[in-house]
């Protein structure tokens, strides 16, 4: 990959007056002579050049010129510290030069965008350095350079002729990087890497697409083909409750899997991420009401994750049903008419409560949407019944129905036995003297 990137050249087109001297001046790095284009191109008088022609300029010979990358997106807790500077937070369309150094939190994320439109997504408990940005030329290729000191990265290189220098160190090994779409992770004394579309160089190991590797300070694992996407049907399109949890089908070669979170509103912006034991995420998080996607990707016993599968899902959790307080779950009730009764929500502006026979409420008995109190009452027959509530907000913003709590309507006590019959009255009995 190395003498691939030394053969790169810069086509530049001649425009009148130039010369190679000047060329040299103009665009060439500390070192490099103008007799290397010379002999390169065959050109025989360097102060002759032909206006509209093309001179190759090989990019190794390119002095660049520093440029800012931008930052795209931040979620959470994302600071950067600039050289001489205190650490600040990072802001959204923020820029970065050389020598900044962004750091993100616990579920916090930072995705950004380099001057050739290569972005990438660093994810929580990371930190990474720009070590070089730069244009090498203009309108030549890019030459980056970025170092992941821990945490995770999720890259995708433009391609371009001339390919662009994209060169990921690490503490472990460096990641020499051809247009291409790839992720990394470093995880104290070992590194991993996934390839998703093109091919990337970790140390002296060459790595395709769909290939992962683990490097240590010692080795360079042979490359292992990533796990299939895990399969992800049946889960809910709607999510009404948190904290949030998905379950899938387990695939039986893999040991973890990583989940992830992403606002669909605003993509490639990560909101959440961790890496869960079995097929199932749960998150404590309170995420607001929205649209998102979750993506999860299988493991290999080595933590090696492989493609990811996707899914959409919408979630309305709020405004949270009002919290019942009578009648109790269970409560069995004597009197004829039953009076519910819930807590006030800070947010709602009336109340929707359904009672019905059975806990599906397929055929609420009462279905009422317009109560303002906290409060109702009605009469019921005697039987086994199932209430349950949702708030609305001003503008008729409906929360999710609350869990049905069951409870039971006493008949009448049977009344009471007539009293027994009175004794026949006996006649006074006389006696004689």
């Known amino acids: 990959m190395a003498e691939a990137a030394a053969a790169e050249v810069w086509e530049y087109r001649i425009v009148p007056g130039d010369t190679l001297i000047g060329l040299q001046t103009r665009y060439l790095r500390p070192g490099a002579r103008w007799q290397q284009l010379q002999r390169l191109n065959r050109i025989a008088d360097p102060l002759r050049l032909r206006p509209g022609s093309l001179l190759s300029i090989p990019v190794a010979l390119l002095r660049g010129e520093p440029v800012a990358a931008e930052t795209l997106h931040v979620h959470g807790e994302v600071f950067v510290e600039r050289p001489g500077s205190a650490r600040a937070a990072l802001l959204p369309a923020a820029e970065l030069r050389e020598g900044d150094v962004i750091t993100t939190g616990a579920q916090s994320s930072a995705s950004l965008r380099f001057v050739d439109g290569s972005t990438t997504l660093l994810g929580p408990g990371s930190r990474l350095r720009l070590e070089r940005h730069a244009r090498l030329a203009p309108g ?5 350079r970025l170092h992941l000191d821990s945490g995770a990265l999720e890259t995708r290189v433009v391609p371009a002729r001339p390919a662009p220098r994209f060169e990921l160190r690490t503490p472990v090994v460096n990641l020499g990087v051809r247009g291409t779409e790839f992720r990394s992770r470093v995880e104290g004394p070992r590194v991993l890497a996934e390839v998703l579309e093109g091919r990337v160089a970790v140390g002296a190991q060459a790595l395709g697409a769909g290939f992962g590797t683990v490097a240590t300070a010692a080795r360079v694992a042979p490359p292992q083909a990533l796990p299939a996407a895990p399969e992800l049907q049946g889960l809910p399109s709607l999510v009404q409750r948190l904290p949030l949890q998905f379950e899938w089908a387990a695939a039986s070669t893999s040991v973890r899997y990583r989940a992830q979170v992403f606002d669909a509103a605003r993509p490639g912006v990560l909101v ?5 034991d079995s097929a199932r995420a749960t998150w404590p998080d309170d995420l607001p009401d929205g649209r998102y996607e979750l993506r999860v990707r299988a493991t290999t016993p080595e933590g090696i994750e492989g493609r990811a599968a996707a899914f959409v899902f919408t979630l309305k959790a709020r405004p949270e049903p009002p919290f019942q307080l009578r009648p109790r779950a269970g409560e069995a009730l004597p009197a004829e008419t039953v009076a519910f009764a819930w807590a006030r929500h800070p947010q709602a502006v009336r109340y929707k409560l359904q009672v019905a026979a059975t806990p599906d409420f397929q055929a609420p008995l009462i279905d009422r949407d317009d109560l303002t ?12 019944y199932h209430w349950r509530l949702a708030s609305v907000r001003e503008g008729g913003d409906t929360g999710p129905w609350g869990d049905g709590a069951a409870f039971t309507r006493l008949p009448p006590p049977p009344p009471p036995p007539p009293p027994p019959p009175a004794p026949p009255s006996q006649p006074p009995q006389t006696t004689d003297a």
Do not use: H, I
Request: hydrophobic share 30%; net charge negative.
């Open 272 to 276: 959440l991420d961790s890496l869960f």
């Open 140 to 144: 030549g290729p890019a030459d980056t």
């Open 373 to 384: 109190d906290t409060e109702f009452s009605a009469p019921l027959p005697p039987g086994s």
